[in-house]
C-alpha cells in the first residue's frame, strides 16, 4: 500500500494480441518519463516511440513531462496506419 508519498499507477500499451499492462507504486511527483522507465517496457520493447503526442493519461493527451496522480493510467499510444478521415472515405466509398 502507497504511503502519503508514493502513488499507485499503472503503465499500458496494447498491440494486436498482445497488452503491456503494469501496476507500479512511485514517489509522488513523479512524471509519465518517471512511470515508462519504472515499468521496463523501454528494455522489453525498445522499439517503442514516446514521441511527444504518442502518450496519455486516461485517453487525454499528456507530455513526458506530465505529473502524475494517484490511480492514473499512463497509456503509450501505437502510430495510425492511416489517418482517420481517408480510413471513413474508404469505408463510405466501400458500402
Known sequence: ???????????????PGRVF?????????ATLADAIEASGIRSARPDIDLEEGRLGVFA???TLATRLRDGDRVEIYR???????????RRARSD
Do not use: F, T
Not at 21 to 29: D, F, K, Q
Not at 79 to 89: G, H, N, S, V
Open 1 to 15: 500500500m502507497p504511503d502519503a508519498r508514493h502513488i499507485r499507477v499503472s503503465v499500458i500499451h496494447a498491440e
Open 21 to 29: 499492462n503494469v501496476e507500479l507504486v512511485v514517489p509522488e511527483g
Open 60 to 62: 487525454r493527451k499528456a
Open 79 to 89: 502510430p495510425l496506419r492511416i489517418d482517420p478521415k481517408e480510413a471513413r472515405r
